[in-house]
């Protein structure tokens, strides 16, 4: 795992996301790759059709300009190998070939602005299609420590078993790993076998494993990082289908709307 | 890559499999998982007769026989390795089961148990598993796997899969080529490939090739045994239906190459 990809644009995550692609690089000692998205709004005005939306794309531009250009100035000062590529409008294919060669990609957990053009939506799809891991970093995060605690949130399936293969690069660098079992919400592979599966790779881990008592699992696992003081948590991402997951709710959804913490998500 | 699956039959194809996932797990220091049918289902169903009790038990001593050796041939050459017990279809058992391994190994072709149309069968469990696969020709096959590989570049998302997972594999060969084969259709360029795998420190050297031969059949050339230790490439970019009427490289590829092929999808 070297090459890390990091989505810039102007929102109010691209701090937390620019510190934690840092970190990792810097951990891995990888090779970050920028891809600056520019997505255009269109905002509907009366008489003079399109004059707003021309004036707030104008304004938007000078905004991801700006950012563009602080970001890469202070990339020239941090030490680690690094390249840009700017994509103006929408996703185009130039974007969805960089994605798939890249290891791992770095977008933000989902934050309350109802107009923002989505981008952990955007980076998602894109990461489930080529089979990468996401790491989705909450917008008050400043930086990630990658030889801390990691949690791995396990319940047995085929996510579960993808996310904890596509991190393993990132767990050898932890000093502590937990699996972290709720007992009566898991299927297929068991916690002792995904251990086995770590000690192959020389990570050393221990087991956790409670009643959920009708809790939510989301509810259990948040906890659960905070008691042990973990740094980031490990998850497999919709092991529903997605749509099922909108109607009525699901692990993946309601960790990615409230976690405090970097999440690893595969699927 | 420290987890292999390897599928357990005697069959034709055995040997290579044997000998590719001994190569391989002593090249990666992986532990080896086998799996094997369990074919005396087929004579005890409700109305069995007393020849297919004797011809159940036959089969029974043959795959245990087949187990033994195995035993001993993993414990000669010092290999870690575990047994799955499996019951039920092959093909639904090896899919989960891949979920949670890192490579499959299977003979590409073979005329043994449950393998009439074994390009269908491939093919199902390329699409289905989402894991990479090694498939590996009946034919006696290199000892030395870490020599020279090929990756056959075509800028599909199949084939960055199959290289992105190929990476732990490749990492340990001594020399890497890309190749790619007539013009670009797409995807990032061979350059682009290849300045991913020299930043995760493997050297690979590329070459372009614009003659006129038929792409399948200029690969199948490059993939001779003794040129090549093995092939890492995308399948089936193209739908099945697609693929069945024009065929297809990965259909060529399967039935004509006599070294291992890394293939995800």
Redesign the interface.
């Known amino acids: 795992m070297?090459?890390v990809l990091l989505m810039v644009h102007a929102d109010a995550g691209l701090e937390g996301r620019f510190q934690a692609a840092l970190d990792l690089t810097r951990a891995l000692s990888?090779?970050l790759t920028c891809v600056d998205v520019f997505v255009p709004q269109i905002v509907p005005d009366g008489f003079y059709m399109g004059l707003d939306s021309a004036s707030a794309m104008v304004a938007q531009c000078a905004v991801d300009y700006d950012h563009g250009a602080a970001l890469k100035h202070r990339l020239e000062h941090e030490g680690v190998p690094w390249d840009w590529i700017d994509a103006t409008g929408g996703l185009p294919?130039r974007i969805t070939?960089?994605a798939?060669?890249a290891?791992v990609i770095v977008s933000s957990l989902p934050a309350n602005h109802l107009f923002d053009p989505d981008l952990p939506r955007v980076t998602t799809n894109l990461a489930l299609?080529?089979?990468?891991p996401v790491l989705a970093v909450p917008v008050s995060s400043r930086g990630i420590t990658w030889c801390g605690r990691a949690l791995i949130a396990w319940d047995g399936s085929?996510a579960a078993?993808?996310a904890l293969?596509a991190s393993v690069p990132m767990l050898a660098l932890a000093s502590d790993v937990e699996l972290f079992e709720v007992d009566d919400r898991t299927a297929g592979?068991t916690a002792e076998?995904a251990a086995q599966?770590l000690s192959?790779?020389g990570i050393v881990s221990t087991i956790e494993r409670i009643h959920s008592l009708h809790r939510p699992t989301a509810e259990l696992i948040l906890g659960r990082a905070k008691a042990i003081a973990a740094d980031y948590i490990v998850i497999g991402a919709y092991g529903h289908n997605r749509t099922r997951e909108l109607f009525f709710g699901g692990v993946t959804r309601s960790m990615m709307h409230t976690s405090p913490l970097p999440l690893v998500l595969a699927h | 890559m420290?987890?292999i699956l390897l599928l357990v039959h005697d069959d034709a194809g055995q040997p290579a499999r044997l000998q590719v996932a001994i190569s391989l797990a002593r090249l990666l220091d992986?532990?080896v998982s086998c799996i094997a049918a369990d074919e005396t289902a087929d004579y005890r169903d409700d109305c069995a007769s007393l020849a297919d009790e004797i011809l159940a038990d036959v089969v029974r001593h043959q795959s245990q026989a087949n187990h033994k050796m195995i035993d001993r041939l993993f414990a000669k050459q010092r290999i870690d390795h575990r047994w799955i017990a499996m019951e039920g279809p092959l093909i639904d058992r090896l899919c989960e089961q891949a979920?949670?391994h890192?490579l499959l190994i299977i003979n590409a072709r073979s005329t043994g148990y449950g393998w009439g149309d074994s390009s269908i069968v491939v093919s199902d469990l390329v699409r289905a598993t989402?894991q990479p696969l090694l498939l590996v020709p009946e034919a006696e096959v290199t000892d030395d796997l870490a020599a020279h590989a090929v990756i056959a570049w075509d800028?599909s998302?199949a084939c960055?899969?199959a290289m992105?997972a190929a990476v732990p594999l490749l990492s340990k060969t001594r020399r890497v080529t890309m190749v790619e084969f007539g013009p670009h259709r797409?995807?990032?360029p061979i350059e682009?490939?290849a300045e991913?795998l020299r930043?995760?420190?493997i050297a690979v050297h590329t070459t372009h090739d614009d003659s006129l031969h038929h792409p399948a059949g200029w690969l199948v050339s490059r993939c001779r045994p003794g040129r090549t230790s093995y092939c890492v490439m995308g399948a089936f970019g193209h739908s099945r239906s697609r693929e069945a009427v024009f065929g297809g490289v990965t259909m060529t590829m399967l039935e004509e190459v006599r070294i291992p092929l890394f293939i995800a999808h």
């Open positions: 070297k090459n990888g090779h294919p070939d960089e798939g060669l290891d299609a080529n089979n990468q085929p078993m993808a293969r592979a076998a599966y192959r790779h | 420290k987890d992986a532990a979920a949670f890192d989402n800028g998302r960055i899969a992105r797409g995807g990032p682009r490939g991913y930043r995760q420190g």
